[in-house]
């Protein structure tokens, strides 16, 4: 009773909210500016976004407190301690996860097909970027015009989705026509497979130094300024991010938003209306690999350094569990998916390791390393793809249709218009 | 083209044993599909978990002297029949925890718990694994590893002399006796009719006083029997085992069922030994055949092209059956 | 005049012969029904004008033009859209977004467009939301738009298909048992609606339905499978008193009798 009150009072008052939240935001990011390395901190400080997500502001109010936090209040609470880069590594990763999961669920999400190889569109991106901006490429162009200097990155960026996409039309376009449970397969197999051939490709021409990888990437350079920490990749993704969550917004209530739910609800009906299925999952299958594959050009740049051991089913399941869990369809779930996973693989799982090697090396307990937590990705990833479906199929935050106001339909004319047919079909 | 001919018997004989393994991992996927619809992705690790379990079995006895004091085909039975009882009941839980519930739900989710079964199967066996060995590869002594020598260069002197292991006999034996009594089961016995007539029309079946999910709970009891049976013939084979053996191995195998025409068991048989003997020939072969520019790490690409191809053009599979949708 | 043609349509599944040696010409303008017992090949019938199977042998001609080996969504375009037996709303959109849906190959925004934003694509879809609110005014659908299609019930939903398939703005609509699972008063006011459709839009209609009441009080012309053949054909009163028709809907002894509702 007494919780209820005070939620409906909360619920009611706008300002009390702003209140609470900026209360929240102060104290969370003191204390991350303040301790030296407290994970449990920073992690409450990137909860405030999903706090603002359930508060009752407008939606432009929202966004522009959430780019405030994102570009001004978390990198500032960050720089306070020597933990700087480590924090920021992770943001940055966060943010690339996000948009990879973004991308995975206008596959999965909206148009309703299994892609289980994801990764390989990441794949595509990162050696396309890391094999022209490293002496790589001089293998098989003659003259030596490599590596690409950093300021072509940012052309990267595109190319690198291009690319993905095109793979992921090349992928689509065999498989698209079959049913849509082989696609499930397919897809994991051609995940493989991107890895095994990325792992071979040092002969006949050396165009990927096979497992050796690609090292010294250049990093991005604008206008003589290189990008080299953590920090500094940090705001290329939350601008890569913005562009997509954008993007995704705007496709997600349009004519192809549309078409993708509905050959995902009823094929039949689907092409009964008139939507042509193969290039409507084509154009979910090119999307979806472009922003994975944009992605990928920043991975490369980052790490400075890849090889196919960064591409395996492993990474692809992981960002289908962001979808799954977050909420199949469904953008602000898939966003809160994506970070959580992101920091379960980043944090929680690697400090619960240490925390019970430093328990187990003082003589505590005895934990045998086949049992630490950062090994047990694939238990806990099965389990959440085990559980979800079954108990809670539509994820943390359900994906819900935009409700329109009446206002905005209820136009004036009726239907048809008094001059029958001819009227209706101008 | 000579050291194609050269190595071909071999390549036979290595294909002939890859895909009977292939063949009977493939009807634990076609007869799941053949009912469910469902592309059962534990299979994989099923028949993996058969392999640990059969190494398990084998490893302790031997460690106890047990197995000594037992002939050795009459072991190498015991050991099939633990790893065939285990990994039956394993698939019968399975089905009752993770696909029962998911019956009614759209297939994407009922994919996805099938996903997330074989990635907990792989690491719950890693575990144990890890913990009894302290490593999660497991090498095991072969009972029947001695090998022989096949005089094909007496045929024809193009042919070069391949060596057989015994255990290639036991498992084309083995496999060839799993799958006729199956074939027959399923042909000929009232539970078979009964999975058949489930597999045509599960409504319809169960109108006619048929238990559906009895034949459900069987039809996954024999896939998952059969598949832990193959994981103790692999185990036999190829020495070494570790917990991620089933996925690609799962993977060809369902390219066997596809290529078979998916739901159909002689198919799958079939499909399983032309997988096989092509695996190996291009494993042999392909740096022989392009000059040295692809070699033998391609052969999972290759098996994969051949999934690519059958269902670009022939969907259906070889000897498919026709589905339709009703609309 | 004739607007839709079939001649020698024919359709096997297996060794069941499901549509056999069709011949018909619906007429351009009026109501058409298709009527037969279960298992007929109504249904398929329907399929096989919209592209969903492939027929084994025959032609169909939409204005001289034939559909056979068209692709679904290509027969949308040329002018046919239908309703389904079995309803299949797409469940999770809102209803406003099902007839949306139904205009896609009527609106132009292509994936560039859509991601910028840019003004003409803002309008479009502005107009299309208010058309398509105006489609569910015409169907009395209007207070649902904002719902999800699957919590509708049974009859809406069934009214949703249609105006789901009004939003194609077709020339010839297929519905197929439209009435199935109504109650009476929902019926009387799908059989004004499909009167209203047919008047006012100018459509072409033909349904299958087993509702003999219903066929009887709006259909023109009314073709007779059973057994995937053409037992019959003709107006109302004619198809009432074929002893063929009665034989094979109500068994032999039937015919003597004389019974027909």
């Known amino acids: 009773m007494e919780i209820n009150s005070t939620r409906e009072r909360l619920a009611g008052s706008k300002s009390l909210q702003a209140g609470l939240l900026a209360a929240f935001v102060v104290v969370t990011s003191g204390a ?121 990155f940012w052309i990267f960026i595109l190319l690198g989705g291009f690319m993905a996409g095109i793979f992921g039309i090349l992928l689509g376009l065999p498989v698209l026509r079959v049913k849509g449970d082989y696609l499930a397969i397919v897809t994991l197999g ?53 562009v997509v969550i954008f993007a995704v917004r705007r496709l997600e209530h349009s004519r192809l938003g549309r078409s ?102 003082n003589g505590y307990i005895g934990i045998p390393t086949a049992l630490s937590p950062s090994k047990m990705q694939r238990l806990i990833f099965g389990l959440i793809l085990i559980l979800f479906a079954i108990f809670r199929p539509n994820g943390l935050i359900r994906a819900r249709n935009r409700k329109v106001s009446l206002e905005s339909v209820a136009g004036s004319g009726v239907y048809p218009a008094p001059a029958g047919r001819a009227a209706i079909r101008k | 083209m000579n050291d194609i001919l050269h190595t071909l018997p071999q390549v036979l004989i290595d294909g002939l044993a890859l895909g009977a393994i292939y063949a009977v991992v493939a009807l634990g996927y076609t007869m799941v599909y053949g009912i469910l619809e469902l592309i059962n992705f534990a299979h994989g690790e099923i028949f993996m978990t058969g392999a640990f379990v059969g190494t398990a079995v084998l490893l302790a006895a031997q460690g106890t002297g047990l197995a000594a ?118 042909n000929r016995s009232k539970w078979g009719v009964a999975m058949r007539a489930v597999a045509q029309d599960r409504e319809t079946a169960s109108l006619m006083s048929i238990n559906v999910n009895k034949v459900i709970v069987l039809t996954f009891f024999i896939g998952s029997a059969l598949g832990g049976a193959t994981g103790v013939l692999f185990a036999q084979q190829y020495g070494t085992i570790d917990p991620y053996i089933g996925f690609i191995l799962g993977m060809k195998a369902f390219t066997a069922a596809v290529l078979g025409g998916i739901g159909n068991i002689r198919g799958a048989m079939f499909g399983g030994f032309v997988i096989g003997i092509l695996e190996m020939f291009a494993s042999s072969n392909l740096g022989t055949l392009t000059g040295g520019s692809f070699g033998a790490e391609y052969k999972d690409v290759f098996a994969f092209s051949i999934l690519i191809i059958v269902l670009i053009f022939k969907p259906e599979g070889l000897f498919g059956r026709a589905v339709k949708e009703k609309v | 005049m004739a607007i839709l043609t079939v001649a020698s349509l024919k359709k096997r599944f297996g060794g069941l012969v499901a549509v056999n040696g069709v011949d018909y010409s619906f007429p351009s303008g009026e109501i058409s029904a298709v009527i037969g017992p279960n298992g007929a090949g109504k249904t398929t019938f329907f399929n096989l004008i919209t592209g969903i199977y492939v027929p084994d042998g025959g032609r169909i001609e939409l204005d001289g033009k034939s559909l056979v080996r068209v692709k679904p969504h290509v027969i949308a375009k040329l002018g046919i859209a239908r309703t389904f037996q079995n309803i299949r709303l797409f469940g999770s959109m809102s209803v406003l977004e099902n007839v949306m849906v139904g205009m896609h190959i009527h609106l132009k925004s292509g994936t560039p467009g859509t991601i910028l934003g840019w003004g003409k694509v803002r309008h479009e879809e502005q107009e299309a ?133």
């Open chain 1, 32 to 152: 991350v500016y303040l301790m030296d390395k407290s994970v449990l901190a920073f992690l409450l400080l990137l909860g405030s976004l999903l706090l603002l997500y359930y508060t009752g502001f407008s939606n432009g109010i929202k966004w522009a407190s959430a780019g405030i936090l994102l570009l001004l209040v978390i990198p500032f609470a960050a720089s306070g301690g020597s933990s700087h880069e480590a924090y920021m590594e992770v943001a940055a990763q966060c943010g690339i996860y996000v948009a990879m999961a973004l991308g995975l669920n206008i596959v999965v999400g909206f148009a309703g097909l299994l892609d289980m190889g994801f990764v390989a569109f990441f794949a595509v991106g990162a050696y396309t970027y890391g094999i022209f901006a490293t002496a790589q490429a001089n293998n098989f162009i003659p003259g030596s015009l490599f590596p690409l200097p950093g300021g072509s």
């Open chain 1, 260 to 361: 993708w739910k509905a050959v995902r609800e009823n094929e039949i009906a689907a092409q009964s209306m008139g939507i042509p299925l193969i290039r409507t999952k084509l154009t979910a299958f090119a999307i979806g690999a472009s922003f994975s594959g944009m992605m990928g050009v920043v991975f490369a740049a980052k790490q400075t350094f890849i090889d196919p051991t960064s591409f395996t089913l492993v990474e692809s399941t992981t960002i289908l569990v962001m979808v799954v869990l977050g909420g199949m369809g469904s953008v602000p779930g898939v966003i809160l998916g994506a970070s959580l996973v992101t920091i379960l693989n980043l944090q929680v799982l690697t400090e619960l390791t240490s925390a019970l090697n430093a328990l187990s090396n």
């Open chain 1, 190 to 242: 051609f995940g493989e497979i991107i890895r095994i051939i990325f792992n071979n490709m040092e002969k006949p021409i050396n165009i990927t130094n096979g497992a050796m990888g690609l090292s010294s990437i250049q990093p991005p350079d604008l206008f003589g300024f290189k990008f080299t920490f953590p920090h500094q990749f940090y705001f290329i993704v939350i601008g890569i991010l913005a």
């Open chain 3, 129 to 261: 939301r208010r058309k398509a609110y105006r489609l569910l005014q015409y169907v009395g659908l209007e207070r649902h738009f904002n719902e999800e299609a699957s919590s509708l019930p049974y009859g809406a939903q069934r009214k949703l298909e249609v105006a789901r398939a009004l939003a194609v703005q077709p020339k010839v609509l297929l519905l197929d048992e439209p009435a199935a699972g109504m109650n009476p008063r929902e019926t009387a006011e799908l059989t004004a609606l499909i009167r209203r459709m047919q008047r006012e839009l100018e459509l072409t209609i033909i349904l299958i339905e087993h509702d003999m009441k219903l066929v009887m009080q709006l259909a023109e012309h009314i073709l007779v499978l059973d057994h995937g053949e053409k037992i019959a054909e003709g107006g109302p009163a004619a198809i009432r008193n074929n002893p063929k028709v009665i034989e094979a809907y109500l068994g032999k002894n039937a015919v003597e009798e004389g019974v027909m509702a």
């Open chain 2, 69 to 186: 004091s037992l002939p050795p085909w009459l072991f190498y039975l015991l050991i099939m029949l633990i790893a065939m009882m285990f990994t039956g009941a394993l698939g019968v839980g399975i089905e009752r925890v993770a696909y029962r519930p998911l019956r009614k739900a759209p297939k994407l989710i009922s994919l996805i718990a099938a996903f997330g079964v074989s990635f907990v199967l792989q690491d719950v066996v890693r575990f144990i694994a890890e913990l009894r060995t302290g490593n999660y590869i497991v090498s095991s002594s072969s009972l029947y590893g001695e090998r022989m020598s096949l005089p094909a260069s007496s045929i024809s002197s193009l042919f070069g002399d391949a060596t057989v292991k015994t255990n290639t006999l036991i498992i084309l034996g083995a496999a060839l006796l799993l799958m006729v009594a199956l074939d027959r089961f399923v």
